[in-house]
Nanobody
Framework: QVQLVESGGGLVPPGGSLRLSCAAS????????MGWYRQAPGKQRELVAT???????NYADSVKGRFTISKDDAKNTVYLQIDNLKPEDAAVYYC?????????WGQGIRGTVSS
């Protein structure tokens, strides 16, 4: 089992920045894919970005240039830096760790964009 805990959400004005963290614990394997997803009110959960244990990164087209995913394997933590926040970025952000055929999800953390 893998446990994921997100942190770093909150209320940020438009144009501001947010840095989300996702710390993994439990059965940590060295081969994985970590991803950030988000779900806005009334919308389906969507992929934001993924990073593999080898460092391969993929972004959704809608966030390229403003979102940066990174990892610190020593801390078993993945980060999502969000810059130039827009109102449409307001959502609950979830991290997911995929190990083989298994997906593990965090509980989600809310990011609110408001002046």
């Amino acid at each position: 089992q893998v446990q994921l805990v997100e942190s770093g959400g909150g209320l940020v004005p438009p144009g501001g920045s947010l840095r989300l963290s996702c710390a993994a614990s439990g059965s940590i394997f060295s081969i994985y894919v970590m991803g950030w997803y988000r779900q806005a009110p009334g919308k389906q959960r969507e992929l934001v970005a993924t990073i593999t244990n080898t460092g391969y990164i993929n972004y959704a087209d809608s966030v390229k240039g403003r979102f940066t995913i990174s990892k610190d394997d020593a801390k078993n933590t993945v980060y999502l830096q969000i810059d130039n926040l827009k109102p449409e970025d307001a959502a609950v952000y979830y991290c997911k760790r995929t190990v083989g055929a298994y997906d593990y999800w965090g509980q989600g953390i809310r990011g609110t964009v408001s002046s």
